[in-house]
């Protein structure tokens, strides 16, 4: 079983930048699917990027193609978020999961971390 935590989030002015971490433990990390989800308030779930088990391959949301930077570092256990020219829009909790097939399906998803915020000003 893999547990995930997810930290560097905070709050941002529109325009800027954050980095999200999602560090592992147990398991084995390097095997699996990570992908970082969002939810605002009032609304679902949603899909924002998720990178294979090898780095080779990943998969964004149209919402924040361009913008976000999916990156994984399997010697430090740990998944990268790096979100630039951020806006209002983008302000939500975001989670990282686990998964062994990369795809953006929510549900597919054995593993979640707690949520952290992002809160981007106008």
């Known amino acids: 079983q893999v547990q995930l935590v997810e930290s560097g989030g905070g709050l941002v002015q529109a325009g800027g930048s954050l980095r999200l971490s999602c560090a592992a433990s147990g398991g084995t990390f390097s095997t699996y699917t990570i992908g970082w989800f969002r939810q605002a308030p009032g609304k679902e779930r949603e899909f924002v990027a998720a990178?294979?088990?090898?780095?080779?391959?990943?998969y964004y949301a149209d919402s924040v193609k361009g913008r976000f930077t999916i990156s994984r570092d399997n010697a430090k256990n740990t998944v990268y978020l790096q979100m630039n020219s951020l806006k209002p829009e983008d302000t939500a909790v975001y989670y990282c999961?686990?998964?062994?097939?990369?795809?953006?399906?929510?549900?597919?998803?054995?593993?979640w971390g707690q949520g952290n915020q992002v809160t981007v000003s106008s």
């Open positions: 990178i294979s088990w090898s780095g080779h391959s990943t």
């Open positions: 999961a686990a998964d062994h097939r990369l795809v953006k399906e929510l549900d597919s998803y054995d593993y």
